[in-house]
Nanobody
Framework: QVQLVESGGGLVQAGGSLRLSCAAS????????MAWYRQAPGKEREFVAD????????THADSVKGRFTISRDNAKNTVYLQMNSLKPEDTAIYYC?????????WGQGTQVTVSS
């Protein structure tokens, strides 16, 4: 079965940095595009970034472009989200996801809290 375990969240002051990790198992990781999503309390889940199966191309939501960077290490079955210049509006639970993004169950995510 597909398993995605997020880690690396925490409490940080505005302007700080965090690096999230997502450990994947139960599928051939290197053959699938991967993405990060986030959801703040009372808000809809939103797309943050995705990366192609090879890691050769990536996209980032306008709200995080220039501050966040998605990457992956296929040898470690892990996808990362480097988050710099964090803002209070980045506070959310962050989830990773495998393609096709409309299918499958969501994991528990990892909480990111940015204080002002």
């Amino acid at each position: 079965q597909v398993q995605l375990v997020e880690s690396g969240g925490g409490l940080v002051q505005a302007g700080g940095s965090l690096r999230l990790s997502c450990a994947a198992s139960g599928f051939t990781f290197s053959r699938y595009d991967m993405a990060w999503y986030r959801q703040a309390p009372g808000k809809e889940r939103e797309f943050v970034a995705d990366i192609t199966w090879s890691g050769g191309q990536s996209t980032h939501a306008d709200s995080v472009k220039g501050r966040f960077t998605i990457s992956r290490d296929n040898a470690k079955n892990t996808v990362y989200l480097q988050m710099n210049s964090l803002k209070p509006e980045d506070t959310a639970i962050y989830y990773c996801r495998k393609a096709p993004y409309a299918l499958g169950v969501w994991g528990q995510g990892t909480q990111v809290t940015v204080s002002s």
